[in-house]
């Protein structure tokens, strides 16, 4: 799914990789299973109704706000179970604090959003409960399967979070100097696609069978599932929200005749992994988009503009 990187990654605590590192993988391997496992449940992540909407662009603030505060609960207790469980030897080697984390910066939005004392105005809602409740569980009676829920939360940020920031910056109007949207920078991580290769070969050194194999796909099938609720509840809650929305993101899987090939997320990241297919790919994808013409007419006129002055 994601090729080499080039470059050097330096990670927290003992967590090295370098260039030199192997990168063949087997259809076997941690990581392409639960890839496999779970294309199911992405595919019916990103069909939903308000993932659709978010990457249009048709996103209500008050929603925005609401999706953050069940991320800060989600976050926090898959951090607080990572944290309890780092000398695991199940987990040990996926240990990242100071590049993952998302608490801190979770917080660091709900203050923008909800002020100074954001912490007194939010609550856990009824389809988050359950999905912090299970990472508890999990991290209480079998600490394997925080593989899982890592593996679905911090990949799936890396990779298309990124998408969703822009797509937020721009419907929301969030500054672009990152408030509101701290959730979306990985400030320790400056080079997602080594750091994913770095994170999907530890996964692949981790020593498990065909029945932890299955335990894992399963788990991770679940906190799809578990988002979905979320995802589900919010749109419910959109229905009473009054606001003014405009088509200004991405295509959703619905427009694209089931075809996943063709998803934005999709396609940057096999354009990232140096698939030159999906690169071309990517680009007509941007180059459709109204404010991309809008940008590239403009440099266009400048560069214009600059060369008759030149030959003057």
Not at 32 to 43: F, M, N, Y
Not at 120 to 144: F, L, M
Request: with cysteine.
């Amino acid at each position: 799914m994601m090729a080499a990187a080039g470059s050097a990654v330096t990670s927290g605590a003992d967590n090295n990789v370098s260039e030199n590192d192997d990168d063949i993988l087997s259809p076997d391997d941690l990581s392409e299973v639960l890839a496999a496992g779970t294309k199911e449940s992405h595919d019916r992540a990103e069909n939903s109704p308000f993932v659709k909407d978010f990457l249009r662009g048709r996103i209500k603030r008050e929603l925005f706000k609401l999706g953050t505060v069940a991320l800060y609960y989600v976050y926090s207790a898959i951090e607080e179970e990572i944290e309890k469980n780092k000398d695991h030897p199940m987990f040990a080697p996926l240990y990242f604090p100071s590049e993952l984390n998302r608490q801190d910066a979770l917080a660091i939005d709900l203050e923008y959003l909800y002020g100074e004392d954001w912490e007194s105005k939010i609550s856990c809602s009824a389809a988050t409960q359950p999905y912090v409740d299970r990472i508890h569980e999990v991290g209480r009676e079998d600490p394997v399967l925080l593989v899982a829920h890592a593996w679905t939360r911090y990949m799936g940020d890396l990779s298309g979070g990124q998408i969703l920031k822009k797509v937020a910056q721009r419907a929301l109007k969030l500054p672009s100097t990152g408030e509101g949207s701290k959730f979306y920078q990985f400030e320790g991580i400056h080079n997602p696609t080594a750091f994913k290769r770095l994170y999907r070969s530890r996964m692949n050194e981790l020593e498990v069978d065909a029945e932890i194999k299955q335990r894992l796909i399963d788990e991770a099938n679940l906190a799809f599932k578990f988002n979905l609720g979320v995802f589900s509840e919010l749109q419910e809650i959109g229905k009473d929200i009054k606001e003014e929305v405009q088509d200004i993101g991405f295509p959703a899987h619905g427009e694209m005749g089931g075809d996943i090939s063709k998803c934005p997320y999709y396609a940057a990241q096999m354009a990232m992994s140096g698939n030159t297919n999906y690169a071309c790919q990517y680009a007509k994808m941007l180059l459709q988009q109204s404010t991309v013409q809008m940008i590239l007419a403009t440099w266009v006129a400048a560069i214009a503009g600059l060369a008759a002055w030149y030959f003057m």
